[in-house]
């Protein structure tokens, strides 16, 4: 029990609704993860930002040098041990700089603790201090945590995959009112034991 080791993995999103009226433009989207673990800081990554998305289109995340590996951090092939702590939020790329949004959200969600408290701070963070700093425009959050029980049950052997879809709608996860024009997104993720 103590070998434990998961990642979570990026596979692609799609986007049924894109923000806004759909003939007017298209969206650039770009996803950014926070992700915590008991024994660590947060760690933020960013995706590229995807240009020309419009309703209906299916976009996948870079697998290269194992990038599309958000939790325990971008990279990290070993894995960790649970609980898995992870906050993500949806961007649309206007005149801001995905780079700041990154570090300034790696900063703010870089509270200290265990991930549980942690995760139950995340959404005010995310409504009060990150939001409104940006041209950007935040379109979804969500922040979640898996307990090593669940993970344990899910995923009892080295190599289980439990593949999860979040929803990033105008009212979901942790904004609790309409964003950007209500867009809807679909994030696949895959939550993966290494040992």
Not at 77 to 90: D, E, K, M, N
Not at 156 to 170: E, I, K, R, T, Y
Not at 171 to 190: E, I, K, Q
Request: proline share 6%; with cysteine.
């Amino acid at each position: 029990m103590a070998n434990e080791r998961y990642i979570m993995k990026i596979d692609k999103f799609r986007c049924a609704d894109e923000s806004g009226v759909d003939w007017l433009g298209s969206d650039e989207p770009y996803w950014v993860f926070t992700a915590k673990t008991d024994s660590g800081r947060a760690r933020t990554t960013r995706s590229e930002v995807f240009n020309n998305v419009d309703s209906g289109d299916v976009r996948r995340f870079n697998a290269a040098d194992s990038r599309n590996i958000v939790w325990p951090g971008n990279g990290a092939a070993g894995g960790a041990a649970g609980p898995v702590g992870l906050s993500i939020q949806l961007w649309e790329q206007d005149q801001g700089d995905p780079d700041k949004v990154r570090q300034v959200t790696e900063t703010t969600l870089g509270i200290a603790g265990a991930v549980y408290p942690w995760v139950d701070k995340v959404p005010d963070l995310v409504r009060t201090q990150i939001m409104n700093l940006f041209s950007d425009d935040l379109m979804g959050s969500h922040t979640l945590t898996i307990s090593p029980a669940t993970l344990r049950r899910r995923l009892p052997d080295a190599g289980d995959s439990l593949p999860l879809v979040l929803h990033f709608h105008g009212r979901s996860g942790d904004l609790p009112f309409d964003v950007a024009g209500g867009p809807d997104y679909d994030l696949h993720v895959r939550v993966i034991r290494t040992a």
